[in-house]
């Protein structure tokens, strides 16, 4: 195998033109047989393998610098900079990250997962570069749906008044995550019909220099195209088109689907995660029920259409009444605020991550407003993610700040249904949901929202227990161990609400309650727990707080993580009987 | 006077050309006039007079629905639509704000104070408007600055797929709030170079059909273009090419410093505001004194050099050291990442209003990879501002969460001085400072940064003062006064760190300390007495927080609405009294 000879990029350097493609190949099974086992970004990975020898055939890495944008089309420059044993090792899969990450490898520049930061984040390096007198080339490499990202689009236009050596790759496989949206992609499909040829060029009324590479999986037109912008003066866009999925049928004929894919079977191209029904199917098919019935609703998603389950088939359920507005958060939660305001009901659905992008347009443009839009967070806390870059444990904290927000944390089926049509039903304030991440729970709820408050699970005394959201469960299981150990039964409080302190409900409780025990799914700082406690402690109520210490968690055993922070029933009663003790 | 005939849009459509011109200029006097008495958005508004004049002569407010980005050049709308009181009659200047506000007219449809926001927004309303099948005009004004901004970016690129009535008046008076930055004010020059006619123009490569005004002052030019694209069915960018500060000689020669002006003469030009020497002057010279000593630092700043003190006179002085990026907050914090991955010391001044448009930038671009770039956040707190989109008391809440980031909040010159330089010497971690707003004091400090630690003012007992940053003089003062009144001799402290709970000295101070007061000048959900009270609250100690209760404060008196939420000396302790007293 050639990919024995590969330890560094400078072992390529001796490959013929034959051996590269053949080492291309070697490659792509290294890509399928890792994803097969572990799940991972198939169809982004395997349309980029040719450039990605290309880049390292032709550029010094590390002197050369290669900024991969979302980074997670990285896996052939892991393999091409020391780390291939995390792709032909099965035993060694798990030690390196799908995503750049400078831990890692000096050959990784940034810790990356979000997109559209590549360019700002190159022109850095340019200018640092140039302020120090040094030379080097900086790549940044971007595409698959990052270029309608505002900061993107933000870092482009910078760019197009810098005049030093930038290059820019622009990976155009026609696709975003899912389907490509904006106006952007029209013009790179009239510059692929037109062999880069056509006057309307987007880069070039930026005043970026463009060339074009009609067949962007073949290495030795790749290279010619890297060796004629290598040590250039100017910033420039190398427009490549790619086959997103090359080289695996399944993935080059679904490649929505295939973009990113639990492990599955080579063969058959089954799934063999056996994800089972959770509350992101729940919550598609609840959606597509109330959109049926309800004229005013549309679902807006920045992007990630199948991350909420509304792969494309069900989207023709919903026809015209689901808009993918394309990487675009910004746009997306301002775009919610103008269809409220005007009248209708949208309903933005994101993962907790990605809402990061948008704090500002939550504030100013929903807020400050307060336009009846709706959010659902998908993917918060601490379940479904293990990269500190998709890490969904901030939103309870930073949204803390925001007036007007209400926050609702539902702890199952029933009451995200509730919680739901309350928000539909109700035009008087931006609601946002934490759509649950534990293990599917149907429930059976009805809750009043005439009265905005803490729900009382369990009328007890001494302590008081308030779980929120996806970490109830812990805090139920805790006032169980209590009455179990100790024989007190304690108060039981399902919060739901994340942005409120109840302030009547507390008042109540220090009556008789000296001790008080907050769990939520989200960083401490900041979060909900720390709200209720500060409540609290003018009464002087002892108040235990549980959460998540601030750090970036990566790559962590969820056991081992909780029980860092110390979230089980065994741990929270062994704190609190040692402070009642006291 | 013409003006007193018009008191809503309709009044004008009986006007001939010569009287809409005699108006453009009455309404001048009276922007010049209330400008000139309380301060305001001189040049941008005097620019847009004749395009507001011509947009209401033509459409149908509110019917058809004008949205004004960033909506501190909407004097002449909001004297057009009912609200000429607030321009011509002086004792009612301060009835009407400064910017669309949807309290104040159903002709403003948001409230708008952060640029490059209309584009979403307006296409949020034509989103509704068609699923309503309703029928309306929706006209986004955005110029000035405001399209570098990512989120204009992603609206523009999504409106470049959109099939109905949008207009997007692109007011093109070749300036930013300072100088344009970015390549897409290339494009806009190449433009008017052409009038219009460059086959290069990014509007129609986003898919955007694109309409050419040379003379954006000309009522009738203005007229024609607007019926023109009146009641069509797809979107239109209506380029109009104005002249910012038209109509008042200083404001047409020295567009940067009339863009906002404080109070001033008319005849001579002169500011009246006799605002006194403060802590932005301070910071700029010393930023210049240090530039001046090291080689690696570069200061970066998005679209607002002249909020910073740094006039162009000031640049100059910095030659290619100070770099503007234009209106892209984004950006600028990858880039100050990018800049400092790359060895040097990039300085990002920004207003902390602002900074919330890059909450996920700073905690991914920035510290995921722990990149030690220094950020400033100016205009922060309750001091500064008055209007609620600028109101900087959000920035301690939300950056709480954030793993590797310092938050520094000196609390006068020499303070600040030592933060800068440690923030400057050190690279291992971002540093942000916040700039103190309070009146100035010099101050006289040496603090040691080899430890992380509140630092100890006086060391007393029973009761301990943490006052953070601008709140710190109050803390002081009710710590005197406790002394005074009740012969209590407290402990007192000047936190310094919003981001940090030092356990080790709180867990001294819980010794001989059974109350706590925590004084901050921001939001309190989420922000810095929540955490210190959160930690003590397991000791049982009681701990009253002081900062601002959730709720967008707007256009308020600040001693009434320090009182409302008992930030002062007096109301402190009388509340500090009451427990102690239990």
Redesign the interface.
């Known amino acids: 195998m050639l990919i024995d000879k590969i330890n560094q990029p400078a072992d390529l350097k001796t490959l013929s033109a034959n051996e590269l493609n053949n080492l291309a190949e070697e490659i792509r099974l290294g890509i399928i047989n890792r994803t097969s086992k572990i799940g991972g970004h198939v169809g982004s990975n395997l349309g980029l393998v040719e450039c990605t020898i290309a880049m390292h055939f032709v550029f010094d890495s590390p002197k050369d610098k290669i900024v991969f944008d979302v980074s997670h089309q990285c896996y052939t420059h892991k393999i091409l900079t020391g780390r291939k044993d995390g792709f032909f090792d099965e035993d060694k899969y798990s030690t390196i990250s799908g995503y750049t990450t ?1 831990a890692e490898s000096e050959h990784d ?6 997109t559209s ?1 590549s360019i ?10 140039d ?2 007198k ?1 030379n080097y080339n900086v790549i940044a490499v971007i595409g698959d749906g990052s270029l ?4 993107a ?9 810098y005049k030093n050596n930038l290059i820019i790759v622009a990976n155009d496989n026609q696709m975003s995550i899912s389907d490509n ?4 992609y ?2 790179l499909k009239l510059l692929r019909e037109t062999n880069g040829k056509a ?4 880069f ?5 220099e463009y060339k074009f590479v009609e067949n962007g999986n073949d290495i030795s037109s790749l290279i010619n195209a890297f060796l004629q912008v290598k040590d250039t003066t100017c910033p420039t866009v190398v427009h490549i088109c790619t086959q997103k999925g090359k080289g695996y049928m399944p993935a080059e004929s679904d490649k929505e689907r295939w973009h990113f894919h639990a492990p599955f079977n080579i063969e058959t191209a089954e799934d063999s995660s056996q994800a089972p029904y959770g509350f992101v199917q729940y919550a598609r098919d609840l959606l597509i029920e109330r959109i049926n019935s309800n ?2 609703i ?1 679902i807006l998603c920045a992007g990630t259409p199948g991350a909420i389950g509304f792969f494309a088939e069900y989207r023709e359920k919903v026809e015209g009444r689901f ?1 993918d ?2 990487i ?1 958060e ?2 997306a939660v ?11 009901k ?1 309903i933005f659905c994101v993962q907790s991550s990605f809402l ?2 948008c ?3 939550l ?3 929903l807020c ?2 307060n336009n009846p839009a709706v959010i659902i967070v998908y993917s918060s806390g601490i379940y479904p993610m293990r990269d ?2 998709h890490m969904g444990v ?1 939103d309870i ?2 949204t ?5 927000l209400t926050y609702l944390c539902p702890t199952n089926a029933s009451e995200f249904k509730d919680c739901l049509d309350f928000a539909i039903n109700q035009n008087s304030s931006p609601v946002m949901i934490r759509l649950p991440m534990t293990k599917f729970v149907q429930g059976d709820s009805a809750i009043d929202f005439t009265k905005k408050s803490y729900q009382i699970v369990n009328s007890g005394s001494e302590v008081a227990f308030i779980g929120l959201g996806n970490h109830f469960e812990i805090t139920k299981k805790s006032a169980d161990l209590l009455l179990e150990k100790n024989g007190i039964n304690a108060t039981l409080i399902n919060a739901l609400y994340a942005d409120f302190v109840d302030e009547k409900t507390l008042d109540e409780l220090v009556q008789n309650h000296r001790y008080f025990v907050v769990v939520e799914d989200g ?5 909900f ?3 209720v ?2 409540y ?10 549980y959460g998540y210490k ?3 968690m990566d790559r962590f055993n969820l056991k081992e993580k909780l029980a860092e922070n110390r979230i089980s029933e065994d741990l929270i009663i062994e704190d609190l009987l040692s ?1 009642i003790s006291k």
Do not use: W
């Open positions: 400078t520049h940034f810790c990356v997962g979000h930061t700002s984040l190159a022109t850095g390096l340019c200018l640092g570069r302020l120090l040094e309608s990202g505002g900061e689009l933000e870092g482009l236009d910078f760019a197009g008044e949206h904006g106006g952007i029209k013009n006057e309307q060029n987007f070039k009324d930026l005043g970026l004229d005013k549309t808009i507005v394309g675009a910004e746009h301002a775009l919610a605020s103008g269809m409220a305001k005007a009248g209708t949208p990061q992008r704090y500002d347009q504030l100013q443009d400050l407003n500190a870059t901030f904290a930073y803390s700040s925001i007036p007007n960083i401490l700082q900041g979060g727990s720390q709200k406690s500060a609290l402690s003018k009464h002087g109520a002892k108040t235990l707080c601030k750090e970036f402070i």
